[in-house]
């Protein structure tokens, strides 16, 4: 059964950073891109960054670019998103998702990151 | 970035009558290696999104047939036959064909 765990979601202040995790099992994700999607409090889907199978691609939302990176470890079947400088606007939940915009296949059950002072 | 546009935005159904949701992209979604890269998500009250459909009219393992998609390059269409209850929530189209990966704003589908 593939499963999807995110991990790493916290309150965090204006201009901090913070560090999320994906564990993945019941696949072999070093063959998938990976994705993360975020969705504000009662807001709608929005993608984040896409990594391709062997990290060599990584793709982000303009919004995000120069702040976030999108990593993973193959060997550990984990993803992780790495976030900086972190603004009010990137409050939400985020999701890990197997595959990229053409498969997004399985989600996690999301992790909550709130940026707040 | 490829616009996804959704209507309605609300979509009040009487239990056991159709629905059905619109999606229209501001470019072609048919790639050069034949595929139409369009995806339905269904999200349930509290959940994680789900995925429905693929390329447009696959569905997913486990989805029931009153669900469907068709369509073609920018016009696309998810279609309930049936509602039911469990059906409640929100759905989205997104579009991979280019980066960034873009989603339709939403339709939430409610019990009239």
């Known amino acids: 059964e593939v499963q999807l765990m995110e991990s790493g979601g916290d309150l965090v202040q204006p201009g901090g950073s913070l560090r999320l995790s994906c564990a993945a099992s019941?696949?072999?994700?070093?063959?998938?891109?990976m994705t993360w999607v975020r969705q504000a409090p009662g807001k709608g889907l929005e993608w984040v960054a896409s990594?391709?199978?062997?990290?060599?691609?990584?793709n982000y939302v303009d919004s995000v670019k120069g702040r976030f990176t999108i990593s993973r470890d193959n060997a550990k079947n984990s993803l992780y998103l790495q976030m900086n400088t972190l603004r009010a606007g990137d409050t939400a939940i985020y999701y890990c998702?197997?595959?990229?915009?053409?498969?997004?296949?399985?989600w996690g059950q999301g992790t909550l990151v709130i940026v707040s002072s | 970035d490829v616009v996804m546009t959704q209507s309605p935005l609300s979509l009040p159904v009487t239990l056991g009558q159709p629905a059905s949701i619109s999606c229209k992209s501001s470019?072609?979604?048919?790639?050069?290696?034949?595929?139409?890269?369009l995806i339905w998500f269904q999200q349930r009250p509290g959940q994680s999104p789900r995925r429905l459909i693929y390329?447009?009219?696959n569905r997913d393992s486990g989805v029931p047939d009153r669900f469907s998609g068709s369509g073609s390059g920018t016009d696309f269409t998810l279609k309930i036959s049936r509602v039911e209850a469990e059906d409640v929530g929100v759905y989205y189209c997104?579009?991979?064909?280019?980066?960034?990966?873009?989603f339709g704003q939403g339709t939430k589908v409610e019990i009239k």
């Open positions: 470019q072609s979604l048919v790639h050069s290696d034949g595929n139409t890269y």
């Open positions: 998702v197997r595959g990229g915009g053409r498969l997004a296949d399985y």
């Open positions: 390329a447009v009219s």
């Open positions: 990594i391709k199978p062997d990290g060599s691609e990584k």
């Open positions: 019941g696949f072999t994700s070093s063959t998938y891109w």
């Open positions: 997104m579009q991979g064909i280019n980066w960034p990966v873009t």
